[in-house]
């Protein structure tokens, strides 16, 4: 990696640019004189649909001069009019756009904020792609509507390629699929991604190495290879077309069958939920889904009985090494409920025999108050963190803002504290603190609500997704 750092990734930098400047004079020449209402309103047809042709070849230099020299293809592509929607699967990096360059291009559903980049933005103008504005609150409706719009149209459109599981895995399982793709009810062609590498160093998830790391690792490979599986045309039964979900789980169970992986229940929403765990430094914030079900299958998340731990926590001997016959105890539950050893064994990470009270109760509060602002998680955990609402010493008020979020950080928290210990005495009140950020807007995430983020129900996920 080293030694192609310095010999062979300049050259291939140097060739990416190249490759990438001349996709934009190409999409520049083919938008020439069109308006962004005429590129939504009509397939391009005549010489502006060969210059988009030119321009996804011009991309496919891109990944070409980035080490992906060759991609197998297996299977035949359908037509548009055979099936207007491509579901691709599994969705795991950047790289899986190698998908829209490698042939004749398809459209994407993109977020409108894509159309401002610099360079790519023409570029992905160019495929006439279905924005989603996601400053709109009618966002989702519109883009299902205009996903619909294009599949019944009678117009020569492309196919519209969706990464049904709408985010990226580790390719492990497929998720849920999102039912976007398939609420047109129209005839599906199901495509496989694989990348067939000795070493993988692009897999791109909500926890691990960043995006720069990767590039320059594959980068720095001497080839990489993609194998591209175009799967029979799937064709919608009446039960299917009536109901998106039912199709898209039978679609995302032939894909699963063909990669001979196990599906799993979770979703792009749990990643949502696990993202801001870690952002708000909840232990376990990878198992955070699967401590909800166990929560929910005990009963928990609608008792009281975490709060009333809450309240003796610190009156507690030894509170921070329970082993399983406590932990029941405290909790209420038979000793002897499979889904309190599944709690037990979440929380005992590092297999000591025992869990620690506080990242339970940290854990079940969270589940709980996800969707309510963060102001009012903070206020459950008080009790965890000190004796007293009323006098937070320095010390607890730092350990109990770092669940906060990612914005509450160790400096800002320090100076939030001397801006509220006015008098110097040491310890400042809960109440004054949130006096105090009401009226400061650089607060304003902590009265912020997440209610993009549902509450989980019991069911049987496989925590097979990074």
Same mark, same amino acid.
């Given at each position: ?26 999409? $520049? ?15 391009? *047809? ?102 619909? &719009? ?106 699963? %069958? ?6 799993? &229940? ?35 998340? &609608? ?6 731990? $809450? ?11 329970? &082993? ?84 509450? %950080? ?31 807007? *650089? ?24």
């Amino acid at each position: 990696i080293y030694v192609l750092t310095v010999l062979l990734l300049p050259i291939r930098v140097v060739g990416c640019v190249l490759s990438l400047l001349s996709a934009w004079m190409f999409a $520049c020449i083919g938008l020439y004189g069109m308006s962004m209402e005429e590129l939504q309103a009509k397939p391009l *047809s005549g010489w502006r649909k060969l210059m988009q042709y030119w321009t996804a070849r011009a991309m496919r230099m891109v990944y070409t001069s980035g080490s992906f020299h060759y991609i197998k293809m297996k299977g035949t592509p359908a037509t548009p009019k055979e099936a207007p929607i491509l579901v691709v699967a599994p969705h795991s990096s950047y790289v899986d756009s190698i998908l829209v360059v490698s042939g004749h291009p398809p459209s994407i559903v993109a977020k409108r904020e894509t159309a401002d980049i610099p360079l790519l933005g023409r570029i992905i103008n160019y495929a006439q792609p279905i924005y989603v504005q996601r400053e709109d609150p009618n966002s989702r409706q519109n883009t299902i509507k205009n996903i619909v &719009d294009r599949a019944r149209s009678p117009d020569n459109w492309p196919q519209v390629v969706i990464f049904a599981e709408g985010t990226c895995t580790n390719r492990t399982a497929l998720i849920k699929f999102k039912p976007g793709a398939f609420y047109p009810g129209v005839p599906v062609q199901p495509v496989l991604l694989r990348y067939p590498n000795k070493f993988d160093t692009f897999t791109w998830t909500w926890d691990g190495p960043g995006v720069l790391r990767l590039l320059w690792l594959t980068m720095t490979q001497f080839y990489n290879r993609c194998e591209i599986e175009y799967l029979p045309v799937y064709t919608p039964s009446p039960a299917e077309m009536a109901d998106a979900n039912l199709y898209a789980n039978n679609v995302r169970q032939v894909m699963a %069958t063909a990669l001979d992986v196990p599906t799993s &229940d979770y979703s792009f929403e749990d990643v949502i939920v696990m993202s801001r765990a870690r952002e708000m430094k909840i232990p376990f914030p990878g198992d955070i889904v699967e401590i909800e079900h166990a929560l929910d299958a005990l009963d928990l998340l &609608d008792s009281k009985r975490d709060m009333e731990l $809450c309240d003796k926590y610190l009156t507690l001997a030894n509170p921070e090494k329970l &082993d399983i016959i406590t932990f029941a105890e405290l909790l209420q539950v038979d000793l002897k409920n499979p889904d309190l050893h599944k709690l037990f064994a979440l929380l005992n990470h590092r297999d000591k025999g025992t869990v620690s009270l506080k990242s339970f109760l940290v854990c079940s509060l969270f589940c709980k108050l996800k969707n309510d602002e963060i102001i009012e998680f903070l206020r459950a955990l008080i009790k965890l963190y000190s004796e007293s609402s009323e006098k937070i010493s320095r010390e607890s008020f730092t350990r109990l803002m770092k669940h906060g979020g990612s914005k509450m %950080t160790e400096q800002k928290t320090q100076t939030l504290f001397y801006a509220l210990d006015t008098d110097n005495v040491g310890y400042v009140s809960f109440d004054k603190f949130v006096q105090y950020t009401e009226q400061q807007p *650089s607060y304003k995430f902590l009265y912020h609500k997440s209610e993009h983020i549902r509450r989980t129900k019991s069911s049987k996920a496989t925590p097979t997704t990074n």
